[in-house]
T-cell receptor, first 114, second 116 residues
Framework: SQKIEQNSEALNIQEGKTATLTCNYT??????LQWYRQDPGRGPVFLLL?????KEKRKERLKVTFDTTLKQSLFHITASQPADSATYLC?????????????FGQGTTLQVKP | GAGVSQTPSNKVTEKGKYVELRCDPI?????LYWYRQSLGQGPEFLIY????????DSGLPNDRFFAVRPEGSVSTLKIQRTERGDSAVYLC??????????????FGPGTRLTVL
């Protein structure tokens, strides 16, 4: 079955440092992976999508990588700020890239301390 | 602009009762999704619509769960004979379409369902 695994332990880092979150998937490589941010009591908010043929994608202080050999995506936040504290979710399509069915990981909670 | 809205924000019901949860997607979005999220877990897919039809309902846990989208806009998730295990946050999302693998989904705030 197609699964997404994220580190369920919270990640605590100091303001200004780079946060790195890991997303591992099983089975065949998906056509793309997505990353979302979720704050308590709110719905997830889309951040980035990276395709299977893209090794890296950047958006402002965010960087995502996609390693099909390791079956892994890494999500980096550089120069982290307390406002970056949230839960970050990784998701993959179930099956083909044209499906609307997303499989989410359990999320990793990031806490950035001032 | 208006995002995805869900009503009610909270629903408390008794075991065995029937509940309806409503989702208003972003105007013009043809795809609509329902997920269920338990504490400490990621969203769990239930069903998605492309227009008025259910394109994939493989995540509905059993026949007590049903969803409709009669006019291709608003959707209602219906749960019959609720059980305590149905307690969760029910999230709705919408997207312009599903085609092309650009499946950025816009989520609502969710409805927190508590079954006593």
């Amino acid at each position: 079955s197609q699964k997404i695994e994220q580190n369920s332990e919270a990640l605590n880092i100091q303001e200004g440092k780079t946060a790195t979150l890991t997303c591992n998937y099983t089975n065949y490589s998906p056509a793309y992976l997505q990353w979302y941010r979720q704050d308590p009591g709110r719905g997830p908010v889309f951040l980035l999508l990276i395709r299977e043929n893209e090794k890296e994608k950047r958006k402002e202080r965010l960087k995502v990588t996609f390693d099909t050999t390791l079956k892994q995506s890494l999500f980096h936040i550089t120069a982290s700020q307390p406002a970056d504290s949230a839960t970050y979710l990784c998701a993959r399509p179930h099956g083909s890239s044209n499906t609307g069915k997303l499989i989410f990981g359990q999320g990793t909670t990031l806490q950035v301390k001032p | 602009g208006a995002g995805v809205s869900q009503t009610p924000s909270n629903k408390v019901t008794e075991k065995g009762k029937y509940v309806e949860l409503r989702c208003d997607p972003i105007s013009g979005h043809t795809a609509l999704y329902w997920y269920r999220q338990s504490l400490g877990q990621g969203p769990e897919f239930l069903i998605y619509f492309q227009g008025t039809g259910a394109a994939d309902d493989s995540g509905l846990p059993n026949d007590r769960f049903f969803a409709v989208r009669p006019e291709g806009s608003v959707s209602t998730l219906k749960i019959q004979r609720t059980e305590r295990g149905d307690s969760a946050v029910y999230l709705c999302a919408s997207s312009p379409s599903v085609a092309g693998g650009n499946n950025e989904q816009f989520f609502g705030p969710g409805t927190r369902l508590t079954v006593l």
